[in-house]
């Protein structure tokens, strides 16, 4: 993840709020419904857009994305719901005040909104546009890293699974 920024739905907007590597489910297919690295936020309020720019290591390839957050999950994040918390053994009211991005090769975005003691409901899937200044912005080309050996054997056997997303 290069960068992750927030416009609220004050209007205000707030600049790298999240950045560094991306979480990983060690799963090559399909989604994992939520979740993963996290980084929470403070002093934002519900979020009106987020806007992403992140590195498909394994293309390699930049990609953005501006995503536009529904009224819904907004009115969701502030609803408050009584569930049984399996990390405290205990009932509680707990709030959908996570939203996770999940990024697959070929510039796919899935998002999720969910609590830490509740499940994740999808908000939508999005495709990316190609970043044209490429990594950091530099126009230099220079990714992070390139895959690992053996996970560049993995892919180089089995490919990238694109349609999986």
């Not at 209007?11 to 980084?39: C, D, I, S």
């Not at 053994?89 to 999720?112: N, S």
Request: proline letters at 7%; charged letters at 25%.
């Amino acid at each position: 993840m290069e960068s992750v920024d927030v416009l609220d739905q004050r209007g205000l907007a707030f600049f790298n709020v999240f950045g560094g590597v991306a979480g990983y489910t060690r799963k090559p297919e399909g989604w994992h419904q939520g979740g993963g690295a996290m980084m929470p936020v403070s002093n934002v309020d519900l979020p009106e857009r987020i806007f992403a720019r992140w590195q498909s290591l394994v293309e390699p390839q930049t990609y953005k994305i501006g995503i536009r957050i529904p009224q819904w999950v907004r009115d969701e994040m502030v609803r408050p719901e009584r569930v049984y918390c399996q990390g405290s053994q205990e009932w509680r009211d707990d709030y959908r005040k996570m939203i996770t991005l999940g990024m697959a090769p070929g510039g796919i975005v899935k998002v999720w909104v969910g609590g830490a003691c509740l499940g994740f409901t999808e908000v939508g899937r999005f495709q990316a546009e190609i970043e044209p200044l490429g990594p950091y912005k530099t126009g230099k080309g220079i990714y992070y890293r390139a895959p690992n050996p053996e996970a560049q054997a993995y892919i180089d056997k089995h490919g990238i699974p694109y349609d999986s997303w």
